[in-house]
């Protein structure tokens, strides 16, 4: 399960990465790259719904291996070096870990569900981790193996082959619980209180994940910093949020309420952020870990919730699904409005006080959502 969460993000961090390469090479413009950019993230939103039919029909051991197959169909077809099959490759990619990320989050309700909290954080250190190594990693492996970009986009293929290997075993076992035990079985919490408050609570952090680490880089090196100096800030970001992806849902599952979660992350958020604005050079290593620790919090809690929130595996497959179609479709605005609030501006304060103002909601759902409880399908 862990090889999975390590395969959502490489793949896709991968580009941006390379997207300077992409760009020089292929002539791609401003608004593509943007499109490329946000396309895993609309992926995402459209392909999450669709999840609990896939699992309940063919077993969540099935799903998720047809779904790593898909996402290393996906880093082979953009071996080749032009425009059409990058765009093409990153659409399977982006298809196959939509279906991934609710099939696992129901796969922790059923196998672990003594240990929601410690399986929900190791998966989210897992997609912080992966992305965090990828954004490292991939220039240097690039340059030392001697590839153009489009090699260094499909070296990340590897680990989807990986899990492959690891997981097509346990298909010759057969289905490791009963049919029933796939998520989203019947009924709908579109109309769910609660669901509304997970899901709107996943939202909101994950436009301000998404769009904090896309920009991070660009807005230290506007600053001054090298692009060294700017990748070891995004490192530290990233290293701080595994920190707390682990520790945050672990602490959950010990509480009955995990409103007080929300507060801390979306304020420590909120702080990060301020900082960035007022004093971008003074302290940036600082306010990097901040908001490291911050986006590590609500994101794991997010991640938790779906699990903590549903009475069965099939509601944690339905809120799941229902949260990250939310979420991400949300989530794909956020980068390219930043990007078009700083052109139109010329500075940065305003799209990072629009952030510190989404902590606010984002703050109050995760309240909501922590509360306890069950949703409820109708």
Same mark, same amino acid.
């Given at each position: 399960?862990?090889?999975?969460?390590?395969?959502?993000?490489?793949?896709?961090?991968?580009?941006?990465?390379?997207?300077?390469?992409?760009?020089?090479?292929?002539?791609?413009?401003?608004?593509?790259?943007?499109?490329?950019?946000?396309?895993?993230?609309?992926?995402?939103?459209?392909?999450?719904?669709?999840?609990?039919?896939?699992? =309940?029909?063919?077993?969540? /051991?099935?799903? %998720?291996?047809? #779904?790593? &197959?898909?996402?290393? @169909?996906?880093?082979?077809?953009?071996?080749?070096?032009?425009?059409?099959?990058?765009?093409?490759?990153?659409?399977?990619?982006?298809?196959?870990?939509? +279906?991934?990320?609710?099939?696992? !989050?129901?796969?922790?309700?059923?196998?672990?569900?003594?240990?929601?909290?410690?399986?929900?954080?190791?998966?989210? @250190?897992?997609? +912080?981790?992966?992305?965090? +190594?990828?954004?490292?990693?991939?220039?240097?492996?690039?340059?030392?193996?001697?590839?153009?970009?489009?090699?260094?986009?499909?070296?990340?293929?590897?680990?989807?082959?990986? @899990?492959?290997?690891?997981?097509?075993?346990?298909?010759?076992?057969?289905?490791?619980? =009963?049919?029933?035990?796939?998520?989203?079985?019947?009924?709908?919490?579109?109309?769910?209180?609660?669901?509304?408050?997970? @899901?709107?609570?996943?939202?909101? $952090?994950?436009?301000?994940?998404?769009?904090?680490? !896309?920009?991070?880089?660009?807005?230290?090196?506007?600053?001054?910093?090298?692009?060294?100096?700017?990748?070891?800030? *995004?490192?530290?970001?990233?290293?701080?949020?595994?920190?707390?992806?682990?520790?945050?849902?672990?602490?959950? $599952?010990?509480? =009955?309420? $995990?409103?007080? %979660?929300?507060? *801390?992350?979306?304020?420590?958020?909120?702080?990060?952020?301020?900082?960035?604005?007022?004093?971008?050079?003074?302290?940036?290593?600082?306010?990097?870990?901040?908001?490291?620790?911050?986006?590590?919090?609500?994101?794991? &809690?997010?991640?938790?919730?779906?699990?903590?929130?549903?009475?069965?595996?099939? /509601?944690?497959?339905?809120?799941?699904?229902?949260?990250?179609?939310?979420?991400? *479709?949300?989530?794909? +605005?956020?980068? !390219?409005?930043?990007?078009?609030?700083?052109?139109?501006?010329?500075?940065?304060?305003?799209?990072?006080?629009?952030?510190?103002?989404?902590? #606010?909601?984002?703050?109050?759902?995760?309240? &909501?959502?922590?509360?306890?409880?069950?949703?409820?399908?109708?």
């Amino acid at each position: 399960m862990l090889l999975v969460g390590l395969n959502m993000r490489p793949v896709i961090v991968a580009v941006s990465a390379l997207l300077d390469d992409i760009r020089h090479a292929t002539g791609l413009s401003n608004g593509a790259a943007g499109v490329l950019s946000t396309l895993p993230l609309i992926c995402f939103g459209v392909f999450a719904p669709l999840a609990p039919r896939l699992a =309940r029909r063919h077993g969540m /051991e099935r799903t %998720l291996v047809a #779904v790593l &197959l898909l996402l290393l @169909a996906g880093a082979a077809v953009r071996l080749v070096p032009a425009l059409p099959p990058l765009f093409a490759g990153t659409f399977l990619i982006g298809a196959a870990v939509a +279906v991934a990320n609710v099939v696992v !989050t129901a796969l922790i309700k059923r196998d672990f569900h003594r240990h929601v909290g410690l399986m929900s954080g190791l998966h989210s @250190a897992m997609l +912080v981790g992966g992305g965090a +190594v990828a954004a490292a990693a991939t220039v240097p492996l690039r340059d030392g193996l001697d590839l153009d970009w489009s090699g260094g986009l499909a070296l990340w293929g590897v680990l989807a082959l990986v @899990a492959v290997l690891v997981w097509a075993p346990r298909l010759r076992r057969g289905p490791a619980r =009963r049919p029933h035990a796939a998520p989203g079985a019947g009924g709908s919490l579109w109309r769910d209180r609660l669901a509304w408050a997970v @899901a709107l609570f996943y939202a909101f $952090q994950s436009l301000v994940y998404y769009t904090a680490t !896309t920009w991070l880089p660009s807005f230290f090196i506007s600053h001054g910093c090298s692009e060294g100096r700017a990748g070891v800030l *995004l490192a530290v970001c990233m290293g701080f949020a595994m920190l707390t992806s682990l520790l945050v849902p672990v602490a959950a $599952q010990r509480s =009955r309420r $995990q409103s007080h %979660l929300a507060v *801390l992350g979306s304020a420590l958020c909120a702080v990060a952020l301020i900082g960035l604005a007022a004093a971008p050079t003074g302290a940036a290593t600082l306010w990097a870990a901040l908001l490291g620790l911050g986006l590590g919090a609500v994101l794991s &809690l997010g991640i938790a919730y779906m699990s903590m929130r549903a009475r069965t595996t099939e /509601e944690a497959g339905m809120l799941s699904a229902m949260s990250q179609c939310v979420g991400y *479709l949300v989530a794909a +605005v956020g980068p !390219t409005l930043f990007g078009a609030v700083r052109d139109l501006t010329g500075h940065w304060t305003a799209g990072l006080v629009g952030l510190v103002v989404i902590a #606010v909601p984002m703050a109050v759902t995760g309240v &909501l959502a922590g509360r306890g409880g069950h949703v409820r399908p109708r």
